[in-house]
């Protein structure tokens, strides 16, 4: 398991939301983020993203487990710090 620590850019709206789950829908690893010390969802649910309501500066934890963790832990850490 990998996990990673990122503090958040810009706001996490609808379109966004969509672009980061079509980017961890990439990876076979069971990819999950967690806001603050709230509840943790799967990062390849755009429901389960929206209902976290990740807002600029808020602090996630993004957690991956399978054959390409690290991967999807660099390319998820990118998108929050880059795409957002």
């Known amino acids: 398991m990998v996990e990673v620590m990122v503090s958040v850019i810009t706001s996490l ?3 966004p ?6 980017t961890a829908s990439k990876f076979e690893s069971r990819i999950q ?6 509840s943790t969802v799967n990062a390849k649910s755009i429901m389960g993203i929206i209902s976290l309501s990740i807002l600029e500066g808020d602090n996630i ?5 399978g054959t390409d963790e690290k991967e999807a832990i660099c390319e998820l850490r990118d998108f929050f710090k880059y795409s957002v």
């Open 13 to 15: 709206e609808a379109r």
């Open 17 to 22: 939301a969509a672009r980061l789950v079509q």
């Open 33 to 38: 983020i967690k806001k603050g010390e709230g």
């Open 61 to 65: 934890t993004i957690t991956a487990e």
